[in-house]
């Protein structure tokens, strides 16, 4: 066999050792029924949720005032079939006896009726509503809440700043004027906040406890002293780094794959792939999704998986650096859970804003926060290339940790 051929087999022996242990598998099969149960649990309006996209199949993606005259005079004709005059009349009559003794055929078509003409003045009222928002007041607000040096003062005016010309550029090209759920359904932070941070939190979970596994085997079954005797032994570290890292990918595929691929086949997203994060319907809280550039539901989705992805990959890191000291896999990987608890504890005990804007750079905020991702608002985390920055410094810091740790093991006493 080559020597290429060698260091794939090696490596696969090590992946052997986590992916065929009971414990291992038994996690991860719970983690995908447990994320399966929560989809479907969760699924009764998803009928009524696919309006939107005969809304936009029938009037296209985004709307202005001639389509939705448009449409209020198709809902004005739907209605008359059923033998009212006038829309809002119909549905101001419409009492749950009359709906009672409607044929099942008929109450499907109240039912949608009542649907396009939420819709339609949900989109007549959104131009005043997001056109009120002031981004000079929210500026002024943060600023005025905070104690910070001068430096730190300027680079947050411009951060907001350069948030407020987005938001006129948002208003000025309309692009808040793009179909989506309705906020009140909460279909972004379904997703997001709900399903992909329950898949960032059990991805911690499972490859901390993998690259424990593959790192301290060794150490848990006694033959360390055997394995790592000889200089060429010593070299298997390297081989279980990179175990931990393929197994680690592999997981998150499976992971991310099955729960992802079961709540796009129940929730029917076809035709809004191409709608923007930023559109004013989807406006959940105080305030809408105002994001840094134009972002589309699939780049957005897309980039939360990479982001995700790299953050678990910095848990790999952190956790294998921490089991060459530790030898003890639950401990390992007890410690790992601990220092990403930490790193979201922290900010909050720091009352220096300089400190707290230093501890905002952290991984566990993004474990937490993938409906927010490229997001402007008023919080430290919420500035421009915050995501992009805060992966870069934890690469270096967890590529370094992971390097220094395993030549610590390369000249320390095996024992």
């Known amino acids: 066999m080559s020597r290429k051929g060698d260091r794939v087999y090696i490596t696969w022996l090590e992946m052997r050792k986590v992916l065929l242990s009971p414990v291992f598998l038994i996690l991860l099969l719970l983690m995908i029924g447990f994320n399966l149960f929560s989809i479907w649990s969760d699924s009764y309006n998803r009928e009524e949720l696919q309006v939107v996209n005969k809304i936009i199949e029938t009037y296209g993606p985004s709307f202005n005032d001639d389509i939705l005259q448009t449409m209020e005079r198709d809902i004005n004709q739907l209605v008359i079939e059923l033998g009212g005059t006038s829309t809002q009349a119909f549905l101001e009559e419409m009492t749950y006896e009359i709906y009672d003794h409607a044929s099942s055929e008929e109450q499907h078509q109240i039912d949608h009726i009542s649907l396009l003409y939420t819709y339609v003045q949900a989109a007549k009222e959104l131009e005043a509503r997001y056109t009120a928002i002031d981004i000079a007041k929210l500026k002024q607000d943060f600023l005025n809440a905070q104690t910070m040096p001068s430096w730190l003062e300027q680079k947050m005016a411009n951060e907001f700043d350069n948030w407020h010309a987005r938001f006129d550029e948002i208003v000025e090209t309309n692009e808040y004027k793009q179909w989506f759920f309705l906020g009140e359904y909460g279909m972004h932070s379904k997703l997001f906040r709900s399903h992909m941070k329950t898949l960032a939190f059990e991805g911690v979970l499972i490859i901390a406890l993998l690259t424990a596994l593959i790192a301290n085997y060794e150490f848990e079954h006694r033959t360390q002293l055997v394995t790592y005797a000889t200089k060429k032994g010593r070299k298997l570290i390297w081989y279980k780094g990179f175990a931990s890292l393929v197994c680690s990918l592999m997981v998150i595929a499976v992971l991310f794959g099955v729960t992802l691929g079961t709540y796009f086949t129940v929730y029917d997203y076809s035709t809004m792939w191409q709608i923007d994060i930023s559109s004013?319907?989807?406006?959940?809280?105080?305030?809408?999704?105002?994001?840094?550039?134009?972002?589309?539901?699939?780049?957005?989705?897309?980039?939360?998986?990479?982001?995700?992805?790299?953050?678990?990959?910095?848990?790999?890191?952190?956790?294998?650096?921490?089991?060459?000291?530790?030898?003890?896999?639950?401990?390992?990987?007890?410690?790992?859970?601990?220092?990403?608890?930490?790193?979201?504890?922290?900010?909050?005990?720091?009352?220096?804003?300089?400190?707290?804007?230093?501890?905002?750079?952290?991984?566990?905020?993004?474990?937490?926060?993938?409906?927010?991702?490229?997001?402007?608002?008023?919080?430290?985390?919420?500035?421009?290339?915050?995501?992009?920055?805060?992966?870069?410094?934890?690469?270096?810091?967890?590529?370094?940790?992971?390097?220094?740790?395993?030549?610590?093991?390369?000249?320390?006493?095996?024992?």
């Open 280 to 415: 004013g319907m989807n406006w959940e809280y105080t305030f809408p999704y105002i994001t840094w550039w134009s972002i589309s539901l699939w780049q957005y989705l897309l980039l939360a998986v990479v982001i995700l992805t790299f953050v678990l990959i910095i848990v790999m890191l952190l956790t294998f650096t921490i089991s060459v000291f530790v030898k003890n896999s639950y401990f390992t990987w007890l410690l790992s859970v601990l220092l990403l608890l930490a790193m979201y504890v922290m900010p909050t005990y720091f009352p220096n804003s300089t400190l707290q804007w230093m501890m905002h750079y952290n991984v566990t905020l993004l474990l937490l926060n993938p409906h927010q991702f490229f997001n402007g608002g008023t919080s430290f985390m919420m500035m421009q290339y915050h995501e992009f920055s805060t992966l870069l410094l934890w690469l270096l810091i967890a590529s370094a940790g992971t390097i220094g740790a395993i030549r610590h093991f390369n000249v320390k006493d095996v024992v």
